[in-house]
């Protein structure tokens, strides 16, 4: 006969343990395979952290303090403001130009470090033709060329490393560059300030610190290979590509018939023609302040707070800039803070001409809101902006995007800027901006309604 062993509970007892130890032995595997990936992550995270502090470190020992140079050197309002324009209208043409370069060779890390090093180059040789006002001016413009690919590129890169959870947090990494600028243009402008230094110091700084963020760049930024292959993998994946062929004309048509990338390329523009006129002549305006009641004497080491709360209003709306846009979204963050640009006029415009608490609570708080303004604004829009573009154009999206804020928007403010303070004054000219862009605000928020009225129901 043909007996059936029967299976004793002692077999089966054995046969449950094996199978539980199997699924233990996977489950931890697969916690070790998390904790490894996370780790890996955060470390990358960091490394992106140190990049943005030592870039911005280096920037903020210097440029802020150019208007102030040039102001040193005897150029009038009127010139400060022609040469203040030459960086927009260089950026405008040169911006997208790099972003193409950078996105069709798929080469971003190369381009970002050999144009953040010419850059530098560049701006260090502005010390030597503090004189001729013809020189400098070439020096601004090759500066300008080449500088004008580093922030976009950079900001691509970063963006475009992160999934889609992740760039809401692109704010918090980013504000390590403000701590960095804050840092840095809070040091240098005591240095510049104290009569045994100078302004010659600070373009010594400034090269030494660029020499650091080379070194960080090359270190933190991914390889052009990852790069190239990162960018066909989400091309392919979104169906943008065939046979790796990129139709270049129609993806450009494309974008720039999308009616909700232009309306933020348009809000950028307009806050960066207003945040332009301020940064070029607000300092302008604290230093002839303090000259006219002789307190030049402390004027570095105010200069310097107003620079703390300047870096404080930035690194916090970085830090909640992701929590904004979950609630309202990228496009309502912008749109407050469109609402808000005409503050920062009135806080400038309206301190008095006393040196009282009330008049230093007015700069600092102008400080403060310029910052969170500019920190609000560059976080939803490149976040919106990489979120509805192609893949293989989110370098030179970003590009155009940078040349709408530091191109026409600043070309337009330091013209209008300069030549507004030469007849009416600083002050007045904040004051008359700060109401032309409440009655745009109001017109836009009129016709907004109108629209919506007359829409078909």
């Known amino acids: 006969k043909n007996m059936c062993c029967p299976v004793t509970a002692k077999q089966t007892g054995r046969a449950d343990t094996a199978d539980m130890l199997t699924k233990r032995a996977a489950h931890q595997a697969n916690n070790a395979s998390e904790t490894t990936m996370e780790t890996t992550k955060q470390s990358s995270l960091n ?53 193409a370069l950078s996105d069709r060779t798929g080469k971003k890390k190369l381009i970002l470090i050999s144009t953040f090093l010419i850059s530098a180059i560049c701006r260090l040789s502005c010390a030597f033709f503090k004189d001729d006002m013809q020189q400098f001016a070439v020096a601004l413009c090759l500066t300008s060329v080449f500088y004008a ?105 494309d974008v720039f018939t999308n009616a909700e ?103 600092a708080m102008a400080e403060a809101t310029r910052s969170a303004i500019f920190a609000a604004m560059w976080s939803s829009a490149t976040i919106r902006v990489n979120m509805i573009c192609p893949p293989h154009m989110t370098a030179v999206l970003q590009a155009i995007m940078d040349a709408s804020y530091r191109g026409v928007g600043s070309t337009v403010g330091a013209y209008v800027g300069g030549a507004m303070c030469k007849k009416i004054g600083i002050a007045n000219t904040f004051t008359l901006i700060g109401k032309g862009f409440v009655s745009l605000l109001c017109g836009a928020l009129f016709l907004s309604s109108q629209v919506k009225s007359n829409a078909p129901k």
């Open 261 to 363: 990338i232009a309306s933020i390329l348009g809000a950028v523009a307009v806050t960066g023609c207003s945040i332009s006129v301020l940064e070029n002549f607000s300092y302008i305006n604290i230093k002839s302040l303090y000259k006219a009641h002789g307190q030049e004497n402390v004027l570095g080491q105010e200069i310097s707070m107003y620079r703390v709360f300047h870096t404080c209003g930035g690194m916090l709306t970085w830090y909640y800039s992701g929590t904004w846009q979950k609630k309202i979204g990228p496009n309502g963050v912008i749109i407050a803070s469109l609402c808000c640009v005409p503050l920062i006029f009135f806080l400038y415009a309206g301190v008095g001409d006393g040196l009282d608490v009330r008049t230093k609570i007015g700069f």
């Open 149 to 253: 690919a580093v922030t976009c590129l950079l900001d691509s890169i970063v963006v475009s490393s992160l999934n889609s959870k992740e760039r809401l947090n692109f704010g918090k990494l980013r504000l390590w560059g403000e701590l960095g600028n804050g840092i840095s243009s809070t040091l240098m402008m005591n240095v510049c300030s104290n009569e045994a230094y100078g302004f010659e110091h600070l373009f010594v700084v400034h090269g030494i610190t660029a020499a650091v963020a080379v070194v960080f760049m090359i270190l933190c930024t991914p390889s052009n290979q990852y790069n190239q292959n990162q960018a066909k993998q989400m091309t392919k994946a979104n169906g943008s590509c065939n046979n790796d062929i990129i139709d270049w004309r129609r993806s450009l048509l």
């Open 47 to 99: 490394k992106i952290r140190l990049l943005y502090f030592f870039f911005r470190f280096s920037t903020g020992s210097l440029i802020p303090f150019m208007p102030l140079f040039m102001s040193s050197c005897g150029f009038t309002h009127e010139e400060i403001g022609r040469l203040q324009a030459i960086r927009p209208i260089v950026t405008m043409v040169s911006a997208p130009f790099w972003g």
